[in-house]
T-cell receptor
Framework: DTAVSQTPKYLVTQMGNDKSIKCEQN?????MYWYKQDSKKFLKIMFS???????INETVPNRFSPKSPDKAHLNLHINSLELGDSAVYFC????????????FGPGTRLTVL | QKEVEQNSGPLSVPEGAIASLNCTYS??????FFWYRQYSGKSPELIMF????GDKEDGRFTAQLNKASQYVSLLIRDSQPSDSATYLC?????????FGIGTKLQVIP
């Protein structure tokens, strides 16, 4: 009965490869997010989707492409991976009509070699 | 100026003491304020949120908000070693929540 789940938990890959991270929430929330937490532990928003529509796209390289097939899923595809992409990526969801509390997934630790 | 500022610490307090964590924000239009706790290697989890000026208490935790000073704080009474974690201040602005860098708290037994 996990609220927000992500796969995979760990991802180790070579520079230049393409990889995807999947996220699913079973909370019935309308809004989902992708965050990047770097080695300095700073949690920075990348994208936000509300009911499958992109509402926030921070200054993220266009190698990153989110996709929301339905409001319970938000996937992140990364092309041509670079060393600087190494970080922990968190998916989160919230219901903006309530307290705006965000529920986070367990995170995906991406290591680019 | 960063949107949400916190001292990264570490803040060390002895077991049983009061830990005081502080946060300032730049957007005067911000409406809601959150404190998340993040243990090492884990995801952030919400421990308190506050909307109105003043204090809000929940068990050993008290959140304090002063919108005029653009300041929000978290007090942890009777600190326990299990409270050792990074505490992230988050502020809800236009369409998004912005997080501070977090303050690392160490409670010394």
């Amino acid at each position: 009965d996990t609220a927000v789940s992500q796969t995979p938990k760990y991802l180790v890959t070579q520079m230049g490869n393409d990889k995807s991270i999947k996220c699913e929430q079973n909370l019935g929330h309308d809004t989902m997010y992708w965050y990047k937490q770097d080695s300095k532990k700073f949690l920075k928003i990348m994208f936000s989707y509300n009911n499958k529509e992109l509402i926030i796209n921070e200054t993220v390289p266009n190698r990153f492409s989110p996709k929301s097939p339905d409001k319970a899923h938000l996937n992140l595809h990364i092309n041509s991976l670079e060393l600087g992409d190494s970080a922990v990526y968190f998916c989160a969801s919230s219901q903006p009509t309530s307290s705006h509390e965000q529920f986070f997934g367990p995170g995906t630790r991406l290591t680019v070699l | 100026q960063k949107e949400v500022e916190q001292n990264s610490g570490p803040l060390s307090v002895p077991e049983g003491a009061i830990a005081s964590l502080n946060c300032t924000y730049s957007d005067r239009g911000s409406q809601s304020f959150f404190w998340y706790r993040q243990y090492s290697g884990k995801s952030p989890e919400l421990i308190m949120f506050i909307y109105s000026n003043g204090d809000k208490e929940d068990g050993r935790f008290t959140a304090q908000l002063n919108k005029a000073s653009q300041y929000v704080s978290l007090l942890i009474r009777d600190s326990q070693p299990s409270d050792s974690a990074t505490y992230l201040c988050a502020v809800n602005g236009y369409q998004k929540v912005t997080f501070g860098i977090g303050t690392k708290l160490q409670v010394i037994p």
